[in-house]
């Protein structure tokens, strides 16, 4: 058979080099907004904390209108949204089959991962600041409504424990969805771990005295929970608590999900 | 150009693809062949990096996949147009990849104009596309980047009429100006009219390969004579396998100079004598995959 090789004939272009990791993450962020889901998901963020900031201002008793008293109410919304944003960004590349276009453009799927981290990261931290402005814009028109004084009781490092909490919320989101790389799988991983874990591990602390001791250095929630309490700056044992129990619940099964992503078939 | 050397993948104790060689050459149009659930599918995820072979490897353009700087400008490639987010819209699933190749904007306007998407239609959602404007999609997404080798699986699946023929008048052009094409295919008669060489697999095995000229010479002849009896008593007297075609003419394996000589010496009048493709390839692929296929020997 004839076979020669014909060389391929177009214009000539600046030589190939891969993408830059800052381009990825600006496909990624791209990639969260611009579907229906996404969208709404991340604007739910804003409605909600909304609702939540004017539930306070009808419903909480004239004593508790405090700025804390805000915050403590969009904490929910932002600890539930947040993270099944970080988990759809990775699973739906496997629930949608996205990863298929995804994963040939970029065979390297750590730098994916990575990409996806970190505009989830950067979205996490915009959305808990513009959560934190609509409280404080409910903290000033409750205050102008029912006439009660004026309290701002969250100060700024502690507003910035609030925004590191939400954060860690949102990669325990990212791990499970790396981990799992199913969504419905990964958000009920993650409400168990939100909603039924604490549970368990109190009634461990309170009818066990040995796990007592223990459990700020096995419960991340726990050991979580100070950032939340808007009780002035944390101690280096309680910051120490944070990061070996992120390191037991964060990092080693984000280890292990990566290596299973970088492994995993995609079809 | 794309260099498949004794691929292989195993589910547990099954064995998907097995030990699988071919080269796809430039300026060719390669036809992938076989029946569903053949590995076709897989043997093509394997060459871009997307299911890690058992044993085996492939190169496409002298690197494997996964070596490739930036693979979308070398290599366009589409597996299933349906594998995209439904709630996002053509023209955004093409900025994704216009944007993650790093070429500019003017590229989209380009890429639906080619693949012949409306504006209006490039702005509603994937979930709202009939498969051939998936198909179209996909296709704009593998040629964005101008790559020279690509690797289609199934592409035609989904497009009417007209639109199978302007893909195959696409992806003619490609090869013709040097470029790679290798696209998968189990509706015979596309693959007969486009490719220039054929691979064709069956339950992870190849069956049969090589140009398409040459494989459907293999078919055998079709003789045909007043005495037929004599005839077959002539050919089989030269040890030649002989068999009635459904018809009423002779089929062998033999070419048909030899064929003539034989009828000749015989003092037989042949009333026809021909290569054995007037069925097309079709023919040769239900009887290549008889043995293997999954609903066992074609009638």
């Not at chain 1, 860690?168 to 799988?185: E, H």
Request: aromatic share 6%.
């Amino acid at each position: 058979m004839t076979t020669t090789a014909i060389p391929y004939v177009r214009p000539p272009r600046p030589a190939v080099h891969p993408a830059p990791l800052s381009r990825l993450i600006r496909v990624e962020r791209r990639k969260m907004f611009n579907t229906r889901s996404g969208f709404w998901l991340i604007a739910s963020i804003v409605i909600a904390t909304a609702l939540a900031t004017i539930a306070v201002i009808l419903f909480a008793p004239d004593s508790e209108l405090t700025y804390s008293t805000y915050i403590q109410a969009i904490r929910l919304p932002i600890a539930v949204i947040l993270p099944i944003i970080a988990i759809l960004s990775v699973t739906s590349e496997w629930s949608q089959r996205t990863g298929l276009t995804t994963f040939t453009l970029v065979p390297r799927r750590r730098r994916i991962i990575a990409a996806k981290a970190i505009s989830s990261v950067a979205i996490g931290v915009l959305a808990v600041l513009v959560a934190l402005a609509i409280g404080a814009l409910g903290n000033l028109a409750g205050a102008g409504i029912t006439g009660t004084p004026l309290v701002w009781n969250a100060s700024p490092l502690e507003c910035l424990h609030f925004v590191v909490g939400s954060i860690l919320n949102l990669m325990i989101g990212f791990m499970l969805g790396v981990l799992i790389r199913a969504s419905i799988g990964a958000v009920v991983a993650y409400f168990l771990y939100q909603f039924l874990l604490p549970g368990i591990l109190g009634l461990l602390a309170s009818s066990q005295n040995w796990f007592q001791d223990l459990q700020p250095w096995i419960d991340l929630q726990y050991a979580q929970s100070r950032l939340h309490l808007f009780d002035g700056p944390l101690t280096g044992e309680q910051w120490a608590n944070i990061a070996v129990t992120g390191a037991i619940w964060l990092l080693i099964p984000l280890t292990i999900g990566l290596r299973f992503v970088v492994r995993s078939e995609v079809k | 150009m794309i260099i498949v050397e004794r691929l292989t993948k195993k589910y547990g104790g099954f064995t998907a693809v097995d030990d699988v060689s071919f080269v796809a050459r430039p300026g060719r149009v390669t036809g992938f062949l076989g029946p569903n659930g053949a590995g076709k599918s897989t043997t093509m995820r394997m060459m871009v990096a997307l299911t890690a072979p058992t044993s085996g490897s492939a190169t496409v353009l002298g690197r494997r996949f996964a070596d490739l700087p930036n693979p979308g400008l070398e290599v366009g490639v589409l597996l299933d147009a349906s594998a995209q987010h439904a709630g996002r819209t053509g023209r955004e699933i093409l900025a994704i990849a216009q944007q993650t190749l790093g070429l500019p904007v003017a590229r989209l306007r380009e890429m639906t104009d080619l693949v012949s998407l409306t504006d209006a239609e490039a702005d509603r959602r994937v979930g709202n596309y009939s498969l051939g404007m998936r198909q179209r999609l996909g296709i704009a997404t593998a040629l964005i980047g101008d790559p020279e080798v690509l690797i289609l699986d199934e592409p035609a699946n989904g497009l009417d009429p007209a639109g199978i023929r302007w893909m195959r008048d696409l992806l003619r052009g490609h090869a013709d100006r040097g470029g790679t094409v290798l696209l998968s295919s189990h509706l015979l008669n596309e693959i007969e009219v486009i490719a220039d060489d054929i691979v064709m697999i069956g339950n992870g095995r190849i069956v049969s390969q090589g140009a398409k000229t040459d494989l459907l010479h293999a078919a055998g002849t079709v003789v045909r004579a007043e005495d037929l009896n004599a005839l077959d008593r002539a050919l089989a007297a030269w040890g030649l396998e002989v068999r009635p075609s459904e018809d009423g003419a002779l089929h062998t394996d033999a070419d048909a100079v030899l064929v003539g000589k034989v009828a000749l010496n015989a003092g037989i009048a042949l009333t026809e004598l021909r290569a054995a493709h007037g069925a097309g390839l079709e023919e040769m692929f239900l009887e290549l995959t008889a043995g293997t296929q999954r609903e066992g020997a074609a009638a």
